[in-house]
């Protein structure tokens, strides 16, 4: 069963342009994670947010929990072609959950 | 800097066949998992290493048994493959099972059964 699902599920925007992807769950967690997967490769872990955190940045990436809501959502600012890859969102309670994944292309 | 390492790539089996996928991590870590990924979808658990010597199962098990062989190996056995189980697995480590520890993953292995 998928804890998380990614919304939107595809997102294609130009180079330059910011992306936007979130993230819903459906029970508590201990903590909220997102990864990246190029094509034919693994998962490459990005951030961790926590459940007492709102905000955190790592670069150009931010992300937001809204533990009310049970949702978050991931912002990658000034994309660039190389940010081309899917994003997953996994939670963490008993053990780690991944959702289906936005598979994100920036067009140079 | 090998991180996680997966053999073999790429496979392709028979109905019934049995085979053994390999997974070895040089970070030192303690923890280790396997994953399958099905397309349009996340990944699941099949099973979990917490420390050497302990395996668990994960969200979908059957069909598959593991071995944690010592700290940095952990290998994924498929008895009798069934075309059900064609996917790409990943196997992962972390430092520890604990809550905050991202995994590290590597590069998969793509199975397909006839």
């Known amino acids: 069963s998928q804890q998380g699902e990614e919304d939107p599920q595809a997102l294609s925007i130009q180079e330059g342009e910011n992306a936007t992807m979130n993230c819903s769950y459906k029970?508590?967690?201990?903590?909220l994670q997102w990864y990246r997967q190029n094509s034919g490769r693994g998962l490459v872990h990005l951030i961790l947010?926590?459940?007492?955190?709102r905000e955190k940045h790592s670069g150009r990436l931010r992300v937001t929990l809204d533990t009310s809501k049970k949702s978050s959502s991931l912002l990658i600012t000034a994309s660039r072609a190389a940010d081309t890859a899917s994003y997953f969102c996994?939670?963490?309670?008993?053990?780690?959950?991944f959702g289906g994944g936005t598979r994100l292309m920036v067009k140079p | 800097n090998a991180g996680v390492t997966q053999t073999p790539k790429f496979q392709v089996l028979k109905t019934g066949q049995s085979m053994t996928l390999q997974c070895a991590q040089d970070?030192?870590?303690?923890?280790m998992y396997w994953y399958r990924q099905d397309p349009g979808m996340g990944l699941r658990l099949i099973y979990y290493?917490?420390?050497?010597?302990?395996?668990d199962k994960g969200e979908v098990p059957n069909g598959y048994n593991v071995s944690r062989l010592n700290k940095r190996e952990f290998s994924l056995r498929l008895e009798s493959a069934a075309p059900s189980q064609t996917s790409v697995y990943f196997c992962?480590?972390?430092?520890?099972?604990?809550?905050?520890?991202?995994?590290?993953f590597g590069d998969g292995t793509r199975l397909s059964i006839l």
């Open positions: 970070m030192n870590h303690n923890s």
């Open positions: 996994a939670t963490r309670s008993n053990m780690l959950t």
């Open positions: 029970t508590s967690i201990n903590n």
């Open positions: 992962a480590s972390s430092e520890a099972a604990g809550s905050n520890q991202p995994q590290h």
């Open positions: 290493s917490a420390s050497e010597g302990t395996t």
């Open positions: 947010i926590r459940s007492n955190e």
